[in-house]
């Protein structure tokens, strides 16, 4: 099956040029006159080091045009995020106006196959949703989407990025909660690498922090991000400002906290390693104004985040969207058009990688099982729209026409045969039979067809792809790492 991944996007443009000027000039003034809360003291000393003005309180800090412009430019355009398939095939790369699309986090809650009812996550779901992952090839990138609520906080990194580097190729993205947690994590990955130099150069992993809207950026976040920076670790530094809430009820105001927020995460990481790979990240989305609850499957998040794809290329960054969650609490209908109409947004615009896409339900507290299923099959129709109309002499069959003529037909035309699976995408999940043939099959909808595609998968004996010897490695260097993850 020929999967589409890495395409080109940015058909779909929600603001002008002109805008996306307004936005910067915006940001820009934010910095300057407002500036940014920073409470991690090595951070402020870097920000003031590099000639921004710190107040006399000791933690706004303000930040010029030409400093702002300089610390950008100083970021890569381009990120590489690897996958461990021979042929680099899992290998994502991310900027430009590529599109990867994949799982997010961090839920605290799960639902089983077949179920409409959640519960608390454990490890053992962050292993299941890793193999569940590896085995649906429309889903380009793993990131840890359950929150291992069975282990103190802090045996979280290791054991959750243990156990997908564990059950699943495709390229390790996750949240990360703590200082010693990074550096195990990191360590891990080296040996499955073969050496620190060997995962700089194709990184497996890469790492999630948050600045905190508006304009803050928080003790432990910011530490965190600088010792991913400080290993040239790929990290996300996404914002997360909620309309009415942490930002003006606006849309075009929601873009200039997020813009103010995740670009002060990237010019952080320059300050800690000129050059480090960091990733222009937006969260962006609106409150229910009836008890200001995050909304998660609301157009608006697919408007913003469409943008902020926009903003994104602007600056020359790689960017990390959001996009492909429901508010329902079961697969339904509202699941359903919540989920495509969003991620086909963000898509079309050209997001490089697009979390959240695939699973999440009720808010993003819940990762379904089921949900993953279905995702991965509006995922595989989102990519073909991003693939767009190839027209060309070849697709255009003017000869082909010619020869057929007036009344003709085109079933057993070599032509069909050479186009007929790349012009279509092929379903692995809708049904596509008429009635009759349908109710013979058991008249299953798509739910129930996820739920056996699910439990076939999980059912099947669970399968390693890191060899005995790198297990036992990582279990004899790396502390707090659980049997389960490394069986």
């Known amino acids: 099956m020929d999967i589409r991944r890495g395409l080109s996007g940015g058909q779909y443009r929600p603001i002008t040029d002109q805008d996306i000027e307004k936005i910067h000039e915006t940001s820009l003034r934010v910095f300057a006159e407002i500036g940014i809360q920073v409470n991690f003291p090595e951070a402020r000393e870097l920000f003031q080091k590099a000639g921004a003005e710190v107040d006399g309180a000791g933690k706004v800090v303000k930040i010029s045009r030409d400093l702002v412009e300089e610390l950008i430019n100083k970021a890569p355009s381009v990120i590489h995020l690897c996958g461990r398939a021979e042929n680099g095939e899992l290998d994502c790369e991310i900027g430009g106006k590529k599109v990867y699309l994949g799982t997010g986090g961090t839920a605290l809650n799960v639902q089983d196959p077949g179920s409409n009812d959640s519960r608390r996550a454990k490890l053992d779901d962050v292993v299941n949703m890793a193999r569940l992952v590896e085995t649906l090839d429309n889903i380009h990138l793993y990131m840890l989407n359950v929150y291992p609520n069975d282990l103190p906080v802090e045996d979280v990194d290791v054991n959750r990025f243990g156990a997908a580097l564990n059950r699943t190729r495709k390229h390790v993205m996750g949240g990360v909660y703590t200082i010693d947690g990074v550096k195990n994590v990191i360590k891990m990955a080296e040996i499955i690498a073969g050496s620190p130099a060997k995962l700089r150069e194709r990184p497996i992993i890469s790492m999630v922090t948050c600045p905190i809207s508006p304009f803050k950026l928080d003790g432990s976040y910011t530490h965190l991000t600088m010792e991913a920076a400080r290993n040239h670790i790929p990290v996300v530094v996404p914002s997360e400002p909620l309309c009415g809430a942490t930002a003006p009820i606006t849309l075009a105001g929601n873009l200039v906290v997020q813009n103010v927020d995740t670009l002060a995460g990237v010019m952080l990481a320059q300050l800690t390693s000129p050059g480090a790979p960091v990733i222009y990240g937006c969260i962006s989305s609106i409150t229910d104004l009836r008890d200001m609850k995050y909304l998660s499957g609301a157009v ?41 109409i969003t991620n086909v947004m963000v898509a079309l615009a050209g997001a490089n990688f697009i979390h959240d896409a695939a699973g999440f339900l009720e808010f993003c507290m819940t990762a379904s099982y089921d949900k993953l299923v279905i995702d991965n099959e509006i995922i595989g129709m989102v990519m073909r729209a991003v693939e767009g109309i190839e027209v060309n002499d070849e697709t255009l069959a003017f000869d082909l026409l010619k020869k057929t003529g007036p009344g003709g037909h085109f079933v057993s035309a070599r032509h069909t045969r050479r186009y007929m699976r790349s012009e279509q995408y092929v379903p692995q999940l809708s049904d596509r039979e008429n009635r009759d043939r349908w109710q013979e099959t058991g008249a299953k909808n798509a739910v129930t067809r996820a739920t056996e595609k699910a439990r076939k998968i999980l059912n099947s004996p669970p399968q390693s792809v890191l060899p005995e010897g790198i297990r036992d490695h990582i279990k004899k260097e790396i502390p707090g790492v659980r049997p389960l993850v490394m069986s």
């Open 300 to 340: 608006e998040m697919g408007l913003m985040n469409a943008a902020a794809a926009q903003i994104a290329q602007f600056y020359r960054l790689p960017y990390y969207a959001t996009a492909g969650m429901s508010d329902s609490k079961v697969n339904d209908a509202q699941a359903g058009y919540e989920s495509a």
